[in-house]
């Protein structure tokens, strides 16, 4: 198995390339069909899910949109700390069936974060596509419809997700080993 260094951290091959793009086939096929009909924009969250929302859009076969909004961190002046803002929003989502691009569900914070605006801008129905997602760790109810691979509790880096910002380029997925 491939080992890198990123950082002061070695890192295992853990998916391939070839089974993400496998999966990220199976995933747009389902997507051509659940969402045949329908007035759709992808909406991918940066910075992690470029690559993800790029290799799957180019597989959907509808006419649909896309979009990219990221979650911004600023210091609030309550005691809470830091609270996220999307930023970059330049689509009208109001009526439409927006299908959520994340490179990873973890806590489901931040998607619990991007729902709430969702249903702010009043879009008619959310679906939720996660490339990765830790069930251990989820804490929210909101349905993750297609997931890519189910994987533990475990940090990961490349294709699109990150180890203080580097990794990102890495055509597979790799898990911190020391
Ligand atoms: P959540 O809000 O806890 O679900 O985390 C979502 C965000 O945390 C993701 O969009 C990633 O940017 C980051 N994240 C969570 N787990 C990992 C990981 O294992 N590696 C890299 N980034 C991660």
């Not at 002061?8 to 390339?17: G, H, L, V």
């Amino acid at each position: 198995m491939k080992e890198i260094r990123i950082l002061d951290k070695k890192f295992r091959e853990f998916i391939t390339e070839k089974e993400i793009h496998e999966r990220i086939e199976e995933l747009a096929r389902q997507m051509n069909t659940d969402l045949a009909g329908k007035d759709v924009v992808f909406l991918g969250i940066l910075n992690g899910a470029f690559l993800f929302a790029a290799d799957l859009f180019r597989l959907i076969d509808l006419e649909v949109r896309i979009s990219f909004v990221k979650l911004a961190s600023y210091e609030g002046t309550s005691s809470s700390g830091s609270i996220k803002e999307l930023i970059g929003w330049n689509e009208d989502i109001k009526n439409k069936t927006i299908v959520v691009i994340e490179d990873i569900v973890d806590t489901g914070i931040t998607l619990d974060r991007i729902v709430d605006e969702l249903v702010i801008r009043k879009a008619s129905e959310i679906k939720v596509a996660a490339l990765l997602y830790k069930p251990a760790s989820y804490t929210k109810d909101i349905p993750v419809d297609y997931v890519g691979f189910e994987i533990p509790n475990d940090f990961v880096v490349g294709y699109g997700l990150d180890y203080n910002g580097y990794g990102r380029n890495l055509p597979s997925v790799y898990t911190l080993i020391e």
